[in-house]
C-alpha cells in the first residue's frame, strides 16, 4: 500500500442500524431527523461515521446511543454499500445493521446535537430519506425476512410476550404473504418454540386470547 497515493485519500465509513420493533402486529423502523447538512430536516435510519479508533460494532452502538438513546439491542449485519457518490462530502462506504427491539422498554431522544426528532415509521409509509437509506433500509427488510425465521430476533421484539394473531401479523407484514389462521397456530405450536403464560389480551378488537412467550435456548428453527 502507497499510502501517499491520492486515491487512498479522503475516504471513511458509515455505520447504519435499521431499528425495527413491533406495535400491535405492524412493524416500524426508528427514524432520526438530521439537524446538520448533508441532508439537512430529511429523514433517515439511525446511523453515522465510524471512527478510526473503533471497530464496526462498536461505531454502530455507539452512533444509536448518540442519537436515540438506545443500549443494550442486539444487532446483525445486513449489508455494504459502496456507491461512490453515496455522501456528497466524501467517498463513504456504509456498513448496515438490524436491530430489533420491544418499543415498550425503551426511551427515545427525539433531539439531539446533531438530530431534531426521532419516531417510529410504519415500513408501510417511509418518506424519502437521506443518502442512499431507502435502498439501505429495502435491504435490511429482506435481510428480516430471513432473521425472522431465527427465533432469538423475535424473542428481542416481544419481551412481554405476544398473541398468537399478533405473531401471525408481524409474519405476515415482514414476509409479505398470508397463512390461514388456524394451520399458522398448529405449526407454530407444533414446533416447541413457545410456552402460554397466565395472561390474556385483546388483539385488534378481538375477544381476549392467550399471551405467549419464546422458550430459552430455541434457535435456529425455520418456521417456514
Known amino acids: 500500500m502507497e499510502v501517499n497515493n491520492p486515491l487512498y485519500k479522503r475516504q471513511g465509513l458509515h455505520v447504519i442500524t435499521a431499528i425495527f420493533t413491533v406495535d400491535k402486529g405492524m412493524v416500524k423502523v426508528l427514524l432520526i431527523r438530521r439537524k446538520n447538512e448533508p441532508y439537512?430536516?430529511?429523514?433517515?435510519?439511525?446511523?453515522?461515521?465510524?471512527?478510526?479508533?473503533?471497530?464496526?460494532?462498536a461505531g454502530a452502538k455507539r452512533e444509536i446511543k448518540e442519537k436515540v438513546g438506545i443500549e443494550n439491542i442486539d444487532l446483525y449485519t445486513a449489508g455494504i454499500f459502496d456507491k461512490v457518490d453515496r455522501s456528497p462530502v466524501m467517498r463513504m462506504i456504509a456498513i448496515a445493521y438490524i436491530g430489533v427491539i420491544d418499543r415498550y422498554r425503551v426511551k427515545i431522544l427525539t433531539k439531539t446535537l446533531k438530530t431534531d426528532d426521532a419516531k417510529w415509521f410504519d415500513i408501510s409509509d417511509i418518506p424519502k430519506l437521506a443518502y442512499d437509506h431507502n435502498d439501505i433500509l429495502n435491504s435490511c427488510l429482506e435481510e428480516l425476512k430471513k432473521k425472522i425465521l431465527d427465533t432469538d430476533v423475535l424473542k428481542s421484539l416481544f419481551i412481554k410476550g405476544f398473541t398468537i394473531p399478533e405473531l401471525q401479523k408481524v409474519y405476515e407484514t415482514i414476509l409479505e404473504t398470508k397463512f390461514d389462521r388456524r394451520n399458522f397456530r398448529k405449526k407454530i405450536l407444533s414446533l416447541d418454540l413457545i410456552t402460554?403464560?397466565?395472561?390474556?389480551?385483546?388483539?385488534?378488537?378481538?375477544?381476549?386470547?392467550?399471551?405467549?412467550?419464546?422458550?430459552?435456548?430455541?434457535?435456529?428453527?425455520?418456521?417456514f
Do not use: C, R
Request: glycine content about 8%.
Open 40 to 57: 439537512k430536516n430529511m429523514w433517515a435510519l439511525v446511523g453515522g461515521a465510524l471512527y478510526n479508533n473503533e471497530t464496526l460494532l
Open 196 to 223: 402460554e403464560t397466565d395472561l390474556t389480551e385483546n388483539f385488534e378488537g378481538n375477544k381476549p386470547a392467550k399471551v405467549y412467550k419464546f422458550k430459552n435456548n430455541k434457535k435456529g428453527k425455520n418456521v
